[in-house]
């Protein structure tokens, strides 16, 4: 059984404007010790998926169907109080900007011991051995010292270790990371994504990756959603998407990223148009007004997925339309269908 | 299973559905499913806003209303507010005095005392409304000098920064530290004799007390202002539409009029608008210690310290004044809350 | 610093010059007590007609400063500026200047001013040089530019909040167009921007650089996207530059050893070269600008510094033609 199982997750919000569907039917399960990549542009609503897990969505936002099973048990429902005993402790999260997520008024050290304690039965004493060995296991050296500084005293990646550091005290079973090196250096960058993947490895844990690059998911990640527009276009494992994406926003998507290796100047090839209004949103496919190859059907009816493969599923009518694509699961050993 | 079988197997929806619907779209048919929202300035989105708002609204209607009675009534009212009647002292509301009776009995109309009258027979409700006219334009004059002193002083402050916005800031801590209600009674003791001997018959009527007060919200009340227009112009300052201004080669004064004044509109109205409750307030309260306006002129202030002497036969002449003043005020109050609802960005959807 | 104080002569075949540009800011550390943020430390380099130079470096490398004080939004501590033959340093020539060299920015959301309408923003510059005759010309004008950068013009009265992100950058990217400019300093153009939008203002500001013969000086911390769209790159590193070859020799065989580092953390979009690729991961941190290490900037975080890099600034030099190198490794 999967360790986390999400099945037709709506989460909207209710502006004075109208209703934003932020996530509109996004299913997927995770594995343990799986990092599983949530990959999509800003307004895709990756980052409300991960609110909507943790159930920590801003005014007006709230899920409006769906259903979240943590080891088969129903999260959607659960009180605050229910949900507070989860967060932090079974499933932890890290954000975009470190800054902000640590409270400036308070010693690191401090932040730390109260995030073991809450969750923990550990004495004082304990917590800040453990939260000693926490900025150890994080690799900040002297952390004897560093446990009585301040945040703003460090530097973004120092940071970012320490928020780290504060979501694994607990040994949770699931880490989601918000865009966790989207505010850093490539070259820090490299030492925070180095630094998760050893932690994974080493405590065993669950990893839900958010990010808008393409280059940070084929680094880390074992399985890919790639989502527009709060719907998901397609999922499978990293190789199935990245060699063999059978949906048109995906391929376009890999089209338009400059490639480091090609001597020739080569012409980017974009995807035209522009983001579609959250507010106003078609009733076919999302993707349609800015695909090249839609058809009368995509801006018609919203396309289902289908299994494209063993480890593969895609939402676009053009797999239906080249008859590439399968009602149900195909069994083990099933060729990836062929990219037309 | 042939290939074919298979493919068709994996697939049935392809038999189902139409197959012109899987035609390439048009650019056209795609074009139309992208709406581009309705184009809204900055300023109608406020407005929008504030019209949904019901209790500014309703106080907004409120003030105009009585805007309307200060400023068109006396035109046409048949009493002044200086016309004593001896024999009409203290009536109350809708009361005739006996000669008035008698007028009536005589077949003459008399226009009846709406609020009675005071103990010099004046006519109470032309009183009332002469004190609300001064309360409103104590209200408005204070906005005005307010926002200009206040746009100018804090946009040069904040614009130029470094030493010239320290001194100026370091002004305006020390005018915040004067105490407003004494530099009142010591400007009219000092104007006094020149207010008298001013030959503007309008600084003669409205009396030493209510030019001082004018000269301390000159003075003083601007700096709240100041502040705040420093403050949002310092931010601005920031944003790089300001650079790229500079980029192109704008003059510093291009800057502030086309891009730093317009961007601190909000900040002006929402403070323009909590400054007049507090003028009319301020004002009204000095009236009441007698540093307002000279007799016979009236306000609600000095009304409602005249009302104290006989506070227990004529409550109406208290209430009256004070009714005024709390619409007034509690208008001018809810209008601006509701104007920094609709202005302030922050809680823009 | 190798160079004397000799005069220096204009290059003909160059529309920009930088000549040892220094641009400190003082830093209130304390009561009274200031200290110099060295955030460009002598820099030196040009850019040919018509070419795009890269500018590449990590967050606090001093690369948007240098863009800032070539176009004097900063008075440059020292050093100069020679754009098309000529020295800008009186008012006049920075007059003529500001109309000929123009900027696009990072923020398409703060760039543009909330409370004005496309046309007025894009008609900025010709407003303040005064560059149309009358209300007709200027109204051609602006429909001109906005054309050329693919917006609407059905959209000139709208305010820019009303646009996406990739709009917003084309409107920024008409106005500086404005004044008919021949150099641009493209200051992070894209990285506020998604993927698929990048690509398209990439494509654009390629189109327009063929079309309008300009001149780009690319920053940008996205080395992919520099070596796309860049003939030349330069990597910066602390407010010193550290290479300078050509967008090809750079990316192929980096000399310095931050360079090399430095492209081996741009993760591949590959998951197969990714697993393959080998990563040289820095240790630490960037110093302060306030505390910066003596002679050699990266020294605190290079594998191979020695003695000597502490001791002196290694100065640029020409490791192989046209492709130069501050280290005293190489």
Redesign the interface.
């Known amino acids: 059984m999967s360790m986390l199982e999400v099945r037709d997750l709506h989460t909207s919000f209710f502006t004075p404007s109208g209703e934003v569907k932020a996530v509109n039917g996004l299913s997927f399960s995770l594995d343990k010790g799986k990092v599983l990549g949530i990959v999509g542009e800003s307004g895709s609503g990756k980052s409300v998926t991960a609110y909507s897990i943790l159930q920590i969505l801003t005014n007006p936002g709230r899920i409006v169907s769906g259903s979240i099973k943590l080891h088969g048990e129903e999260l959607v429902g659960k009180s605050n109080d229910e949900m507070r005993k989860i967060r932090g402790n079974k499933i932890s999260i890290i954000f975009q900007d470190p800054m902000t997520s640590l409270n400036p008024t308070f010693t690191i050290g401090n932040q730390l011991e109260e995030a073991i304690l809450l969750h923990t039965s550990r004495n004082k004493k304990q917590a800040e051995e453990r939260a000693v060995e926490m900025l150890r296991l994080v690799g900040i050296s002297e952390p004897e010292k560093r446990i009585h500084q301040y945040a703003y005293e460090l530097s973004g990646g120092m940071r970012q270790r320490v928020m780290i550091a504060m979501a694994l005290a607990c040994e949770p079973d699931i880490l989601i990371a918000d865009e966790p090196t989207t505010a850093l250096d490539v070259t820090i960058q490299a030492q925070i994504l180095e630094l998760m993947l050893a932690l994974q490895k080493e405590m065993g844990m669950s990893i839900i990756m958010i990010t808008h690059d393409m280059g940070v998911i084929a680094q880390i990640c074992d399985e890919v959603i790639v989502m527009y527009a709060g719907g998901v276009c397609e999922r499978g494992t990293a190789d199935a998407i990245f060699y063999h994406p059978m949906h048109e926003y995906t391929r376009g998507l890999m089209r338009s990223i400059p490639q480091m290796n090609d001597d020739e100047k080569t012409r980017l090839v974009p995807i035209a148009g522009t983001p579609i209004d959250l507010l106003h949103m078609p009733s076919g496919c999302p993707f349609a007004p800015r695909c090249d190859r839609a058809m009368k059907i995509c801006l018609k009816e919203k396309p289902r997925e289908y299994w494209v493969g063993r480890d593969h599923l895609s939402a676009c009518w053009m797999n239906v339309k080249n008859n590439a694509c399968y009602e149900e699961r195909p069994a083990e050993g099933t060729m990836e269908v062929e990219d037309p | 299973m042939s290939e074919e079988n298979k493919k068709l197997k994996k697939n049935p929806f392809s038999l189902q559905v139409d197959p012109a619907l899987f035609e390439a779209a048009s650019d056209e048919e795609k074009a139309q499913q992208v709406t581009m929202r309705e184009s809204v300035s900055f300023m109608r989105d406020a407005m929008r806003r504030l019209r949904k708002n019901h209790i500014a609204m309703i106080s907004l209607c409120v003030i105009l209303l009585i805007a309307l009675i200060a400023f068109v009534v006396p035109t046409f009212y048949p009493y002044t507010y200086t016309k004593q009647d001896v024999s009409a002292q203290n009536l109350a509301p809708f009361q005739y005095s006996a000669k008035e009776q008698a007028k009536i009995a005589r077949g003459q109309s008399v226009f009846p005392h709406i609020m009675g009258t005071d103990a010099l027979g004046r006519d109470y409700a032309i009183r009332v409304i002469y004190g609300t006219r001064i309360s409103l334009l104590v209200g408005i004059f204070s906005a005005l000098i307010v926002i200009v002193i206040g746009i100018l002083y804090g946009s040069i402050s904040g614009y130029f920064g470094g030493k010239v916005d320290m001194i100026m800031m370091r002004i305006v801590d020390i005018i915040y530290s004067l105490p407003d209600v004494l530099i009142v009674i010591l400007l009219s003791v000092a104007i006094k004799d020149w207010v008298s001997a001013s030959k503007s018959t309008l600084i003669a009527r409205l009396g030493a007390g209510m030019v001082s007060i004018f000269i301390v919200f000159g003075l003083l009340y601007w700096v709240s202002m100041a502040r705040q227009v420093r403050g949002q112009i310092l931010s601005i300052k920031e944003q790089e539409y300001v650079l790229a201004s500079k980029a192109i080669g704008a003059s510093p004064a291009r800057i502030i009029r086309k891009h730093m004044i317009p961007n601190c509109v909000s900040v002006i109205i929402i403070i323009a608008a909590m400054q007049i409750p507090s003028a009319i307030f301020t004002e009204s309260f000095l009236s009441f210690l007698g540093l307002g306006v000279s007799i016979p002129m009236p306000s609600l202030g000095s009304l409602a310290s005249d009302a104290r002497t006989g506070l227990r036969s004529y409550p109406y002449q208290l209430i009256f004044p004070a009714l005024s003043i709390f619409l007034i005020v509690l208008s001018f109050n809810l209008l601006g809350s509701g104007l920094r609802d609709a202005f302030d960005p922050k809680l823009r959807a | 610093m190798s160079e004397t104080a000799s005069p220096f002569t204009p290059n003909p075949e160059y529309l920009v010059q930088v000549n040892h540009l220094k641009q400190y800011f003082p830093i209130s550390t304390g009561f009274l007590k200031t200290t110099m943020l060295k955030a460009v430390d002598d820099v030196s380099f040009d850019i040919r007609r018509g070419e795009t130079l890269g500018l590449v470096g ?2 606090g490398c001093g690369k948007t400063t240098v863009g ?1 004080s070539m ?1 004097q ?1 900063y008075k440059p501590t020292a050093g100069e500026i020679w754009f098309d033959g000529k020295k800008i340093d009186s008012k006049e020539s ?2 003529e200047f ?2 000929r060299a ?2 696009v ?3 398409p959301y ?7 309408t496309v046309a007025d923003i894009v008609a ?2 010709i407003d ?2 005064k560059l149309c005759a009358g209300k007709k010309e200027r109204e051609e004008r602006v429909r001109h530019l906005m054309k050329l950068v693919g917006l609407n013009t059905e ?1 000139a ?3 820019a ?2 646009f ?4 917003r950058q084309r409107i ?1 990217i008409a ?1 500086a167009l404005a ?1 008919k400019p021949e150099f641009i300093v493209c200051d992070e153009p894209v990285s506020a921007l ?7 203002v ?2 654009m500001l ?1 189109d327009l650089q063929r079309q309008l013969g300009l001149t780009y000086l690319f920053i940008a ?1 996205d ?3 520099v ?2 769209i860049s003939n030349r790159i330069a990597v910066m590193y602390l407010g010193h530059m550290m290479e300078l070859a050509s967008a ?1 020799e750079l ?2 065989h980096p000399l310095h050893p931050y360079t090399i ?2 492209m ?11 697993r393959k690729q080998k ?1 040289i ?2 240790e630490g ?2 110093p302060s600008p306030l505390k910066t290490p003596s002679g050699c900037p990266f020294r605190t975080r290079c594998s191979r510094a020695t003695k000597a890099c502490a001791e002196s600034c290694p100065a640029m030099r020409e490791a192989a033609p046209g492709h130069f190198v501050a280290c005293h490794n190489v």
């Open positions: 990590e967050s800032r176009l939004l920075l007059r500001r109309r123009q900027m920015f990072q923020d703060s760039s543009l001013n909330p409370r004005m900025e510059p303040v040089h959209h009265t709208r305010y909040h009303e996406s992100g990739g709009q920024g106005r004044s998604d993927v698929s939008i990048q690509a398209q990439i494509n390629e911390h080395i992919s996207v070596k796309h090809n990316t192929r580092s430095l081996s953390a741009v993760p591949v979009p590959d998951p197969q070269e990714s990563r991961v820095l941190d960037v």
